[in-house]
């Protein structure tokens, strides 16, 4: 006995069949696709691993050689990470996006890389990295969404080190502006002091400010931080306050450290330099003034932006 189907349910009008028959066979395809097309990212992400890990190392080294290096830069992956992958959880387009405009990035940032295996600068590799990753964005995420992550390839840049070569004279103009803060502080505790450049003269000892001392590292890792600070702030007022404060705050915590451990020298001498309290008191500063930069870009938040 057959049963015929139209008289058991309400009938389907064919315009509303054919739109759930269109979603269900979108949604069959991406179930197919989508595996396919993530295998096909695992095996880019695994070939790019396998050309950066040399220079991932050499940046290792850089980031962990002291603490008046741009320590900060082992920090700034994983938030390149975390925006990624907040960005791809808060996009509601699941289908595979690619566009080829990515070879534009990664065939020169590749050429560098393979032009410093020749040269051993190790920095070219290490910029020629960073140049590849928008490439391969477009490459693996298209680009919308990598023009969503515009920041995150901007802030990727901060992680290499500024070769010393290029800002030798900003360093010597560090120096000198810490040498004078801190020869005012000194004198202000009501201790004699004299200044000839970036010495400081006192009457049991002399203190000299060299580069490790000019301020330059804290400044780096803080104007990071701003940017960083800035780009989270909905607020265009707080964002150029912040901005506009980390020079003043990085350069203040850093004479106030310069003034406070040459007074230690003067009161015992040489001898404070090799202990424990130089390098602290430089993380201590440069803590203070990132803390300072969070503080005041948080002010006046308790409501909506404008």
């Not at 290792?60 to 960005?87: C, D, K, L």
């Not at 070879?103 to 590849?132: H, K, N, Y």
């Amino acid at each position: 006995m057959e049963i015929n189907a139209e008289r058991i349910g309400p009938k389907m009008n064919h315009p509303t069949a054919a739109r759930l028959a269109n979603e269900a066979g979108f949604a069959g395809r991406q179930r197919q696709g989508f595996p396919r097309g993530w295998t096909a990212h695992t095996v880019w992400i695994l070939l790019a691993i396998l050309v950066f890990a040399p220079t991932i190392y050499w940046l290792w080294q850089r980031w962990t050689m002291s603490v008046w290096h741009n320590i900060h830069g082992m920090f700034i992956p994983f938030i390149v990470a975390y925006f990624i992958r907040e960005e791809l959880r808060s996009d509601q387009i699941v289908e595979a996006e690619q566009s080829a405009w990515g070879f534009l990035f990664l065939i020169p940032g590749l050429a560098m890389i393979v032009l410093d295996s020749a040269i051993r600068t190790q920095l070219l590799s290490a910029f020629g990295m960073v140049v590849c990753l928008p490439g391969l964005s477009l490459l693996l995420l298209g680009r919308r969404r990598t023009r969503a992550l515009a920041f995150v390839w901007v802030l990727a840049f901060f992680m290499l080190p500024i070769p010393a070569a290029f800002i030798e004279r900003f360093i010597l103009l560090l120096r000198r502006i810490t040498a004078v803060g801190a020869e005012q502080v000194i004198a202000l505790l009501g201790v004699p002091v004299g200044r000839v450049d970036t010495t400081l003269f006192m009457p049991k000892n002399t203190f000299s400010i060299v580069d490790a001392c000019s301020g330059f590292s804290p400044l780096y890792a803080s104007v990071t931080l701003a940017l960083l600070l800035a780009y989270m702030n909905p607020s265009w007022p707080r964002r150029v306050v912040t901005l506009l404060a980390v020079f003043p705050i990085t350069m203040a915590c850093n004479i106030l450290r310069t003034a406070l451990l040459a007074l230690m020298v003067q009161r015992w001498g040489d001898g404070i330099m090799h202990t424990f309290l130089h390098p602290a008191s430089g993380l201590l500063m440069a803590v203070a003034g990132m803390a300072l930069l969070v503080f005041l870009s948080r002010v006046g938040m308790r409501g909506p932006a404008t």
